[in-house]
C-alpha cells in the first residue's frame, strides 16, 4: 500500500499551528515544514509577533466589565476562550500588515561548530514573545512579583502541570513577575527577570507535546540570544540582550530547581 503524501502546507496552516489549532498528526508535518523553510519560519516569527502586540493592545478591553446591555447567554464565556477569535483576528491583520520575513537564524550547538540553520519553531515563539514584551516599560507583566503565589497557581492551572518560578537572584536577576501567553503547544508562561543595569531575562515555558528531550541550544537573532533545551514534560526558552554567558549560568541555575523526574 502506498504511503500517503501529506497535503500541501499553506497559509492556513501556518496560521493554525500558531494558534494551536492542529492535530498532532498535521501539527508534526508543519512543525517539520517549519524547520526545513526559512521562509516560512519568518512568516510564522511574524504572525506570532502580531498576535502578541494585538493581544497586548486589547488587554485593557479583555479586562473591562460587559455592559449590561450586551449580558447574553453566548457572551458568558471565561476570558480563555477568546483566545482563538482573538488569534483569528490577529492572522487577519498580520497578513495585512507583514513587511517582510525576519532574518536568518544563527544556531549553535558548539561554538567552534556553528551552522546556520532554522531555529526550531517554538524558539521561534519565545524569542518573539520575548521581543514584544520587554520593551513595554509600562506592563511588561501581567502578574507582579508581589502575587507570587496567585501567578503560580494561575499558570499551573492553565498550563495543567505545577509551574515553578526558578530563583536567579545567584546571578543578580530579580523576579519581576509574568504572564500567560498562547504557543503552539497550548498555554504558555513567560517569566520576566531583570538586572541592576536593567537587562530584562525572559524565560518562556511550555508543553513538549512530542514528548522528547532536547539537549542546550543557543540561538542569535537581532541581537537577542536564546538558550533553548526540553526535558520530558516542558520546553524551554532563556532570552536576552546579547547575555549568552549568563543565558548559559542561568539556564544551569533552573535545570537545578527542576523536579528529579523532569530532568533530561
Known sequence: MMEQTPDPVGEDDLQAFVDGQLGAERHAVIE?????HPEAAARVQDYVAQRLLLREALQPKLDEPIPMRLHTVALK??????????????????????????????????????????????????????????ADRGRPVEVRADARD????????????????PDLSGLGLRFMGGRLLPSSAGPAAQLMYDDDTGTRVTLFVESNAGGGTQADQFVTNDQVEALSWADRRFAYTLAAAGRRDQLAQA????KRQLPVDQSL
Open 77 to 134: 464565556t471565561d476570558r480563555a476562550q477568546r483566545w482563538p477569535r482573538l488569534g483569528a483576528l490577529a492572522a487577519s491583520l498580520a497578513l495585512a500588515v507583514m513587511s517582510g520575513g525576519a532574518a536568518g537564524w544563527l544556531v549553535r550547538g558548539q561554538p567552534e561548530r556553528a551552522a546556520v540553520q532554522v531555529a526550531a519553531p517554538r524558539t521561534q515563539i519565545a524569542m518573539a514573545a520575548h521581543k514584544v514584551f520587554v
Open 32 to 36: 517539520d515544514y517549519i524547520a526545513r
Open 150 to 165: 496567585q501567578l503560580v497557581q494561575w499558570l499551573s492551572t492553565r498550563m495543567q502541570a505545577q509551574i515553578l518560578i
Open 251 to 254: 539556564g544551569d541555575l533552573v
